[in-house]
């Protein structure tokens, strides 16, 4: 998890009052901080990347005054309104195809503020951004800048300028093939046609998202005036890292400039501030943390939280601050009620229960599973549930199996929910690439699968997976896999029938019976499918459907 380094001086400013050491970490972990260190001059927390307006020392003492009760409720954010505009070409869709942007105007820096700024785009790269991928972050000097703006999606020679840190206008060709960040970041832009680009109306580059700025519009301590540009794949996150970004720079002192951002199909205005407001009983919060508190009390507790809270009757309507992106439903309302509370406050009790509670079978074979693989040399690989058509079917070379839709993902990576083991398993395989071989892992857990005649319509089922890659992966390597694994799980009668479907090569795979069922398939992997994962040595596997041997 991410860590940030505290000047106490600093610190002590933003949150208007000074604290003994004691009491800071006593604060620093009320706020759901890891307290790595308390020097004389400084602090070092960590924080969970569930919270990314803690991305900096600005969203910690704005928590932190609120916590303090020094300054409580929702946190006003005045938005100017757009004066100029970002042009959208019509081809980037296909490149990075978003972009929000703002200016900040009137921005009193130092080089302290400035390396604050510089270390929270970092943060929010890599928590909100996939390490760019998803979101990148470009601060520039406005005043250098002629607005408006153009995003294209261009050439690798058809512009060059000076990147940041450099000293020679190279192309988007050369920054990708001679440049540091460009061997780092390129394989994020390395399989388009085109790249995106940024360019004001004299047609001067700003930055080559998500690769690097134009030195031209470098930050210094004496900059002013600020133009910010985030794009991206998710709109989204787009959205939540621009609003926790402009906040931040709000409560430094800037003025906030809305940026009309003009698709080829929309218009835009960014940042905007406009949230959810929550309803929420009392009763609900009570029931959840085991108290009875009244209804002014926990108005109180969530003021302190930085909420708007109107209170009718027995039912409240809350209203975040729009740098809370974590807010997904009502329960993260009671766990700010516990943090404003104070967990020490909140008293355990043993549970009134009649029996002693015992581990069900399911997880009992799943922990015996484990201990065999562990025991074979495999290592454990733990996966999301969630997944997308490309991965699970198109890679794999199969058909689509009936499988569970997303309605609204949030992600083009995350659209549907598993419905095998195996492509999760080629996937860590294919994360880890550059990692010694051989690579022998495996994977218990569940897939989903579609089943009209349950309420929920679908059902979870436990499987096993395992996959072996190495230059002597081999049929005759995961058969012998397969024998140890039923062996140690008791199942004495089983026999093999020829499987010849992908994934598996024809000819060297088979279904595994037991009792005329098939509880599994095991073989050598196609080599067209170790082709579509960027594999290249051979890959033996196999997956047992545990939920049948349970049955």
Same mark, same amino acid.
């Given at each position: 998890?991410?860590?940030?380094?505290?000047?106490?001086?600093?610190?002590?400013?933003?949150?208007?009052?000074?604290?003994?050491?004691?009491?800071?970490?006593?604060?620093?972990?009320?706020?759901?901080?890891?307290?790595?260190?308390?020097?004389?001059?400084?602090?070092?927390?960590?924080?969970?990347?569930?919270?990314?307006?803690?991305?900096?020392?600005?969203?910690?003492?704005?928590?932190?005054?609120?916590?303090?009760?020094?300054?409580?409720?929702?946190?006003?954010?005045? +938005? =100017?309104?757009?004066?100029?505009?970002?042009?959208?070409?019509?081809?980037?869709?296909?490149?990075?195809?978003?972009?929000?942007?703002?200016?900040?105007?009137?921005?009193?820096?130092?080089?302290?503020?400035?390396?604050?700024?510089?270390?929270?785009?970092?943060?929010?790269?890599?928590? +909100?951004?996939?390490?760019?991928?998803?979101?990148?972050?470009?601060?520039?000097?406005?005043?250098?800048?002629?607005?408006?703006?153009?995003?294209?999606?261009?050439?690798?020679?058809?512009?060059?300028?000076?990147?940041?840190?450099?000293?020679?206008?190279?192309?988007?060709?050369?920054?990708?093939?001679?440049?540091?960040?460009?061997?780092?970041?390129?394989?994020?832009?390395?399989?388009?046609?085109?790249?995106?680009?940024?360019?004001?109306?004299?047609?001067?580059?700003?930055?080559?998202?998500?690769?690097?700025?134009?030195?031209?519009?470098?930050?210094?301590?004496?900059?002013?005036?600020?133009?910010?540009?985030?794009?991206?794949?998710?709109?989204?996150?787009?959205?939540?890292?621009?609003?926790?970004?402009?906040?931040?720079?709000?409560?430094?002192?800037?003025?906030?400039?809305?940026?009309?951002?003009?698709?080829?199909?929309?218009?835009?205005?960014?940042?905007?501030?406009?949230?959810?407001?929550?309803?929420?009983?009392?009763?609900?919060?009570?029931?959840?943390?085991?108290?009875?508190?009244?209804?002014?009390?926990?108005?109180?507790?969530?003021?302190?939280?930085?909420?708007?809270?109107?209170?009718?009757?027995?039912?409240?309507?809350?209203?975040?601050?729009?740098?809370?992106?974590?807010?997904?439903?009502?329960?993260?309302?009671?766990?700010?009620?516990?943090?404003?509370?104070?967990?020490?406050?909140?008293?355990?009790?043993?549970?009134?229960?009649?029996?002693?509670?015992?581990?069900?079978?399911?997880?009992?074979?799943?922990?015996?599973?484990?201990?065999?693989?562990?025991?074979?040399?495999?290592?454990?690989?733990?996966?999301?549930?969630?997944?997308?058509?490309?991965?699970?079917?198109?890679?794999?070379?199969?058909?689509?199996?009936?499988?569970?839709?997303?309605?609204?993902?949030?992600?083009?990576?995350?659209?549907?929910?598993?419905?095998?083991?195996?492509?999760?398993?080629?996937?860590?395989?294919?994360?880890?690439?550059? =990692?010694?071989?051989?690579?022998?892992?495996?994977?218990?857990?569940?897939?989903?699968?579609?089943?009209?005649?349950?309420?929920?319509?679908?059902?979870?089922?436990?499987?096993?997976?395992?996959?072996?890659?190495?230059?002597?992966?081999?049929?005759?390597?995961?058969?012998?896999?397969?024998?140890?694994?039923?062996?140690?799980?008791?199942?004495?009668?089983?026999?093999?029938?020829?499987?010849?479907?992908?994934?598996?090569?024809?000819?060297?795979?088979?279904?595994?019976?037991?009792?005329?069922?098939?509880?599994?398939?095991?073989?050598?992997?196609?080599?067209?499918?170790?082709?579509?994962?960027?594999?290249?040595?051979?890959?033996?596997?196999?997956?047992?459907?545990?939920?049948?041997?349970?049955?």
């Amino acid at each position: 998890m991410p860590i940030l380094t505290i000047k106490k001086d600093r610190f002590w400013q933003l949150i208007g009052k000074t604290l003994s050491d004691q009491e800071l970490t006593s604060l620093l972990h009320d706020l759901g901080l890891d307290v790595e260190e308390v020097s004389q001059e400084y602090f070092r927390v960590e924080y969970n990347p569930n919270r990314p307006d803690y991305s900096s020392i600005i969203g910690i003492a704005r928590a932190a005054r609120g916590l303090l009760e020094v300054e409580v409720g929702l946190p006003r954010y005045r +938005l =100017s309104p757009p004066k100029t505009y970002v042009e959208v070409d019509v081809n980037i869709r296909d490149v990075r195809p978003y972009i929000v942007s703002a200016i900040v105007k009137k921005l009193k820096l130092d080089e302290e503020k400035l390396e604050e700024i510089i270390n929270m785009q970092e943060d929010l790269h890599w928590i +909100l951004g996939r390490d760019r991928r998803k979101v990148s972050i470009g601060l520039h000097n406005l005043d250098v800048l002629e607005p408006p703006f153009k995003y294209l999606a261009v050439k690798g020679d058809e512009y060059s300028f000076v990147p940041l840190g450099g000293w020679r206008k190279m192309t988007l060709e050369e920054i990708l093939l001679k440049h540091e960040k460009g061997l780092r970041y390129g394989h994020i832009v390395k399989d388009k046609n085109r790249y995106p680009l940024i360019i004001d109306s004299r047609g001067e580059v700003l930055s080559f998202p998500p690769i690097i700025n134009s030195s031209l519009t470098e930050l210094t301590p004496q900059t002013e005036n600020l133009f910010i540009d985030i794009t991206g794949t998710d709109l989204d996150l787009l959205h939540k890292a621009l609003n926790i970004l402009t906040t931040a720079l709000n409560d430094l002192g800037g003025r906030v400039e809305q940026v009309k951002i003009i698709y080829p199909d929309r218009v835009l205005i960014t940042p905007n501030y406009k949230v959810k407001k929550w309803r929420v009983e009392t009763d609900y919060i009570n029931s959840l943390l085991g108290l009875n508190l009244s209804t002014s009390k926990i108005s109180k507790t969530l003021k302190k939280m930085r909420f708007s809270v109107k209170a009718r009757g027995n039912k409240l309507t809350i209203t975040p601050p729009p740098y809370r992106v974590d807010i997904m439903h009502i329960v993260d309302f009671v766990e700010d009620v516990a943090i404003g509370l104070g967990y020490d406050l909140l008293q355990p009790r043993q549970p009134k229960v009649q029996t002693y509670g015992s581990l069900h079978i399911i997880t009992k074979i799943e922990e015996a599973v484990r201990e065999i693989m562990i025991g074979l040399g495999y290592v454990e690989t733990m996966n999301f549930t969630l997944t997308n058509e490309r991965d699970e079917y198109e890679k794999m070379m199969v058909r689509p199996h009936p499988h569970v839709k997303l309605l609204n993902p949030v992600s083009s990576d995350y659209t549907i929910l598993r419905t095998w083991i195996l492509p999760s398993l080629m996937r860590s395989l294919y994360n880890n690439r550059g =990692s010694p071989y051989p690579q022998k892992i495996f994977e218990v857990g569940e897939i989903v699968e579609p089943h009209p005649d349950v309420p929920e319509k679908a059902v979870r089922k436990m499987r096993l997976g395992c996959v072996s890659c190495h230059t002597d992966a081999s049929y005759s390597e995961i058969k012998s896999v397969c024998e140890e694994i039923l062996k140690n799980l008791s199942i004495g009668k089983w026999s093999l029938e020829p499987y010849d479907e992908p994934p598996f090569f024809e000819g060297r795979a088979a279904r595994i019976i037991v009792d005329s069922t098939e509880i599994g398939y095991l073989g050598e992997i196609h080599p067209n499918v170790l082709e579509n994962w960027e594999i290249t040595l051979p890959v033996s596997g196999l997956e047992i459907f545990l939920h049948n041997i349970i049955s």
